[in-house]
């Protein structure tokens, strides 16, 4: 069956808008989502994956080297021919060990023929793509850890078992959660780039409206894609735009003023919030064609950078996306 359309998706601005960014600039840190159980949290991730591009890789090599790649592949995959590969969208299956993220030594192989050969984990399947947690809360602290590290460094770096392996791994990485569920320690919350949350639609014509998607996406897949192909391909040019203006667009002084005042009125610590306040700004800002950041750009993109690195406040009980529309609002209108 043929994927469900990313622009056919109803709703779920926020995570739509998130994903657009991180595509924009995957160095932005990932995205958590928060939700209930079947929200289809992992749709609009599963649709952009599918609706990018396909990806040119060496052909045989299993770290999905781009061909004429400069950095070191364990591979040793110089030089073999191009093939196209749909974008990886990789889904961390529950319980995954650390040995199947990372890559482990082939042990069948070291048994039988003695030699000392790197198994690529999960991490290296995801090379280029998006690399998807369900319930990220219920998955060891020690391996989210590593993620982030990996998310952040966009390497891999294996060095035990007489093994001593590096290989490219970027990727965006989706986490999602349920709230209800026990919470992620604060300090993970914190590396991740942007936060959302999708709910499930009140506004009975949107519940009207996914069903009727839903049944025609059923019937005939293929036609419904057809349909929404011209949408699609919009989202394709502004994601295309997006990357090639990131790098131009300027941030006035009177912006990053704006951004520092607006993480210390609604009590963020440390400099990690404004840094992706200003990012995520600067690549919304190249999504809507605009030259410079403005500060349309900084309201839309704050509840996204910033909600989940509020610290507590026992004397407000208002929820973090409340506290940082009436920051938005005192400080900025
Ligand atoms: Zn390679």
Partial sequence: MARFPFSAIVGQDEMKL?????????????????????????????????????????????????PGHAGACPGACTGGKAVKRPVPFVDLPL???????????????????GERV??????????????????INLLEDH????????????????????????????????????????????QLLDRFGLSVDVRTPKAIEDRVEIMRRCAAHDADSAAFAAHWAQEDDKVLQQIARGQRKLARIEVPDALMADAAGLCSAVGVDGLRGELTLMRASRAYAALKGAKAVRREHLVAVAPLALRHRLRRDVLDESGSSARIERALVEHLA
């Fill in 143 to 186: 391996l989210v850890d590593l993620l982030l590290d990996v998310a952040a460094s966009g390497e891999n770096v294996v060095e035990r078992e007489g093994l001593s392996v590096r290989h490219a791994a970027r990727f965006v990485l989706i986490g999602s959660g349920n709230p209800e569920e026990g919470e992620l320690r604060p």
């Fill in 118 to 135: 790197y198994e690529p984990g999960l991490l290296a399947r995801a090379h280029r793509g998006f690399l998807y947690i369900d319930e």
């Fill in 95 to 113: 319980g995954a060990t650390e040995d199947r993220l990372l890559g482990a030594l082939d042990l069948e192989r070291a048994l039988r023929t």
């Fill in 18 to 66: 998130a994903l657009l960014i991180a595509a924009v600039d995957p160095s932005i840190g990932g995205v958590m989502v928060f939700g209930d159980r079947g929200t289809g949290k992992s749709t609009a991730a599963r649709a952009l994956a599918a609706l990018l591009p396909p990806i040119q890789v060496v052909e045989g090599c299993r770290f999905g080297c781009a």
